[in-house]
């Protein structure tokens, strides 16, 4: 009797994760498993932006009003896949963080493609397209404060001082908006630096045709963003 009351109390410590059992407590305190490691490691960032995009994932493609808790992320067979493109999102700072989740999500591009280049650039050249000329101008010009503060650049000299590979990442990358690059009186400064190779990479957002279309319909825009970018030295 006594033996089987000792075995039992034996078998009081056990991983709330994976359930293995110990006899001492303190066994259970430095065991390990994959679950308890992504439990200790529900706070770095690749893995609190990995478990909102699982959230939302769910929010968006079912009716299920509940929302995912922690345990069911750490749960999930996609568990690696999320946090890996939490990873991403950390290293890559997208425009709108959000709108970009919402993007592979609501596209249903394949999770394994996430975190590839193509999607992102896809995405980038959709939003610069069709935001807000205000909004994106503010983005623009923050970008430029940024670059001028870091190299001791005056304001009106950044599209004279900017390497155009600099200019032209800046664009893809959907820091500067077209709304800046055609309506800055400076930004003449960098257009005319733009090789062949620029004009690949940067073609699809920069489309001379389509943005000129899109200023004549838009005029009223396009004299209150002018003003701003005067008034700011630009
Ligand atoms: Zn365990």
């Given at each position: 009797?006594?033996?089987?009351a ?5 078998q009081?410590?056990k991983c709330k994760?994976?359930g293995?059992?110990f006899?001492?407590?303190?066994t259970l305190?430095t065991?390990?498993c994959?679950?308890?490691?992504r439990h ?11 478990f909102?995009?699982?959230?939302r994932f769910?929010e968006k493609?079912?009716?299920?009003k509940?929302l995912?808790t922690?345990d ?9 896949d999320?946090v890996?493109?939490g ?10 963080t959000?709108k970009?989740?919402d ?15 193509f999607v ?7 939003l ?5 000329a205000?909004?994106?101008t ?10 001028c ?9 950044f599209?004279s001082n900017?390497s155009?590979n600099?200019a032209?990442?800046l664009i893809k990358?959907?820091?500067?908006s077209p709304?800046?690059l055609?309506?800055a009186?400076t930004?003449d ?7 062949e190779?620029h004009?690949n ?12 279309k899109?200023f004549k ?9 002018r ?7 630009l």
């Open positions: 009797m006594t033996l089987l000792t075995k039992k109390m034996e009081n410590y994760f994976c293995t059992k006899h001492k407590e303190t305190s065991h390990m994959v679950k308890k490691r200790m490691d529900i706070d770095s960032t690749g893995s609190r932006l990995g909102r995009t699982f959230q769910f493609t079912t009716r299920s509940s995912k922690e069911d992320f750490i749960n999930s067979t996609y568990y690696i999320f890996k493109f990873n991403h999102l950390a290293l890559l700072k997208p425009v709108h959000e970009y989740v993007f592979v999500i609501v596209n249903g591009v394949k999770l394994k493609d996430w975190t590839k280049d992102y650039d896809t995405y980038i050249e959709d610069v397209r069709r935001e807000p205000v909004s994106a503010e983005r623009s010009i923050s970008t430029i404060v940024e670059w503060d870091i190299s001791s650049t005056s304001f009106s000299e599209f900017v155009a600099e032209a990442y990358t959907g820091k500067i709304w800046v055609y309506l009186s930004a400064a960098l257009m005319s630096r733009f090789t190779d004009s990479m940067i073609g699809n957002i920069i489309d001379p045709g389509a943005w000129m899109k319909k838009q005029d009223d825009d396009v004299t209150y963003i003003e701003v970018l005067e008034q700011a030295g």
